[in-house]
């Protein structure tokens, strides 16, 4: 039992801790407010305190749990919202009303609540680290497997079946003298990533039904992705949108430090939200961490890594987990005055010199692995981590730091959001390093050509950049017909590609099929335009083909109805342009 020593905002000192350990959990003062130990010097201990510590006295006294901060994992973690301390926000609720009262204790997981557990291992096999033991049937949409939890091994004595607390034994493994009673739940240091067998290449996408994320930029199934924007730009609807479209099982989303009416807009629209796959409410495979930026700051910290160990964990299962993180510049900010509290020395901007390795370590823990046990699952997180820099400008640590260990980056621009571009992911400055290791697939399950016509795209739009300059000094007349061409290219790709409406019933999702289509009618319309200008034919007689308008309004189209309307259009851009070589000749 120590006391405390000294105070400095969410840092405080505590001596006579002799035994302590770093990244022990510790109980401050008369109200029990949690802490962590973060750093030693003799018997005295520096804690970073999760809570308010206003009116904290030196004398109080310290006690220490000696165990590090650990979440709890087991079923009923999925449609359930948390604080960066894994506190059920109802339970919090009811305990002290619409404002969290200091020190208020609450389990993660319902002790009252039985679950049915299907048993999958026989009395007598011999079990290890990441081998099922059972099913239970958390949500409509999810089954959880319990696990035999990493660290451990055994022949399984006994086993049950029925219905079950979390707290309840479930199944008895022996190993030689040691017995290990096993229940729905365990509980993980949120610091020590999960352990895998091995980690695959990123070879396969992570498909969004995003046209402008899968074409352009598309962020491999176990990648990390970094979408920075400053305020206003379309941050949270887009990660709304990969919540709802993205090919990942289960959601883990993170609110960290985000401000208190942006954290109430998700946690009412996101209960809200329908899955479009299974018709059953979004949140039947969502966690939600909030975290606001009225809360201490040093919670910030535990809800990034909380977020990231229940994602893992159900990585474990064989699932494909999404984890969003909003913002980790909040998260950043809160590193930045914790260190300041600590007289370390500051690094660019104030922000502490080891600011790019937690980073790196937060965004590392991403990946495609095979699971530990018998059974070889393969399950992948794959990291969406938002980041808000002042000012919108991404020179700033934050980004710079994000963009060195991630290999997407979505930028988001305020400008292509007020002219009402949607999603506003400025197509000159994103990029993806995924694309090369992710050629294979695309030929594979896509097209052959696939990768070459993204890129001629690419191009086009590249030299509708440089050809803007021209433009704006002496007006679009000014060029030859041919430059003019690729300028009415570059729109129709913006417009009728790029483009995308979250709120359109048939718009917001489009399959990866159907991209290729409209990209490729798209750049087909291009190539006659070219040629038919080569032959002679007036850019002023292009404009009025029926073909590009029907072109804009593919995106609209049912994707049952694709292929046909495709072949539709495709001959009628033949048909219109052979009509216009035609008319030329005479």
């Known amino acids: 039992m120590g006391e405390l020593f000294k105070i400095s905002g969410p840092v405080v000192v505590a001596e006579k801790m002799q035994g302590a350990k770093i990244h022990d959990l510790v109980r401050v003062g008369e109200e029990r407010l949690l802490g962590e130990i973060i750093r030693l010097n003799d018997d005295k201990a520096t804690i970073q305190v999760y809570e308010d510590t206003s009116g904290l006295r030196p004398g109080e006294k310290i006690e220490n749990t000696g165990l590090p901060l650990s979440v709890e994992l087991g079923p009923g973690l999925l449609k359930s919202i948390y604080d960066g301390i894994q506190r059920p926000l109802e339970a919090i609720k009811a305990e002290s009303g619409d404002f969290i009262k200091r020190g208020v204790v609450a389990n993660a997981l319902d002790r009252k609540k039985k679950w049915e557990f299907s048993p999958k291992a026989k009395k007598g096999a011999a079990l290890g680290a990441g081998d099922v033991i059972g099913t239970v049937q958390e949500t409509n949409i999810i089954e ?45 240091n949120v610091k020590t990533p999960r352990p895998y067998a091995r980690k695959f290449a990123p070879t396969i996408p992570l498909i969004t039904g995003q046209r402008i994320l899968d074409t352009f930029f598309p962020i491999a199934k176990g990648g990390a992705a970094a979408i920075p924007g400053p305020f206003g730009s379309g941050k949270t609807v887009a990660q709304q949108q990969l919540a709802k479209w993205s090919d990942a099982n289960v959601i883990v989303y993170v609110g960290c430090g985000e401000r208190g009416n942006e954290m109430t807009e998700v946690l009412t629209e996101f209960p809200e939200l329908v899955d479009p796959k299974s018709g059953k409410p979004l949140m ?33 299962m064989g699932y ?36 790019a390795r937690r980073l790196a370590e937060f965004y590392e823990r991403s990946g495609r692995v095979v699971c530990i046990g018998q059974d070889s699952r393969e399950g992948s997180v794959s990291t969406i981590g938002a980041v808000s820099p002042p000012g919108g400008d991404i020179s700033e640590p934050v980004s710079q730091n994000t963009l060195r260990v991630t290999k997407v980056f979505w930028a988001l621009d305020a400008k292509l959001a007020q002219r009402r571009h949607f999603p506003a992911i400025n197509w000159l400055k994103s990029y993806s390093l995924y694309l090369d290791t992710l050629g294979e697939f695309y030929a594979n399950n896509v097209s052959s050509d696939f990768v070459a016509m993204r890129t001629n795209a690419m191009a086009i739009l590249q030299k509708e950049s440089e050809l803007q300059e021209i433009v704006q000094l002496v007006g679009p007349d000014a060029l030859p017909e041919k430059e003019q061409e690729v300028l009415s290219a570059a729109k129709m790709i913006r417009e009728d590609f790029l483009q995308q409406s979250a709120y359109h019933e048939v718009d917001t999702y489009s399959s990866l099929h159907k991209q290729y289509m409209l990209l490729g009618l798209i750049m087909k319309f291009h190539e006659k335009a070219e040629h038919a200008i080569d032959a002679g034919v007036q850019l002023k007689s292009l404009r009025g083909l029926k073909a590009k308008e029907k072109i804009s309004r593919f995106k609209e189209i049912p994707e049952s109805d694709v292929d046909k309307k495709a072949k539709e259009i495709s001959n009628e851009i033949e048909s219109e342009f052979d009509s216009l070589a035609k008319s030329a000749e005479r």
């Not at 086993?159 to 017995?179: A, M, N, P, Q, R």
């Open 144 to 188: 959880h497997k319990i696990m035999v939890p990493p660290g451990m091994k055994g022949t399984v004595e006994s086993i049950s079946s029925g219905k079950f607390t979390v707290e309840e034994t479930v199944c008895v493994l022996k190993d030689g003298k040691t017995t290990h009673k096993l229940s729905l739940m365990h509980k993980w």
């Open 284 to 316: 039947e495979r969502t966690v939600l961490i909030a975290n606001t930026s009225n809360m201490p700051v040093a919670a910030r910290e535990a809800s990034v890594y909380t977020g990231i160990t229940i994602a893992e964990y159900y990585r474990d």
């Open 320 to 355: 494909d987990v999404a984890l969003m993180a909003d913002s980790t510049s909040r998260w950043a900010e809160a590193m930045r005055e914790i260190s300041g509290r600590l007289e370390e020395m500051p690094g660019e901007e104030g922000y502490p010199a080891y600011l």
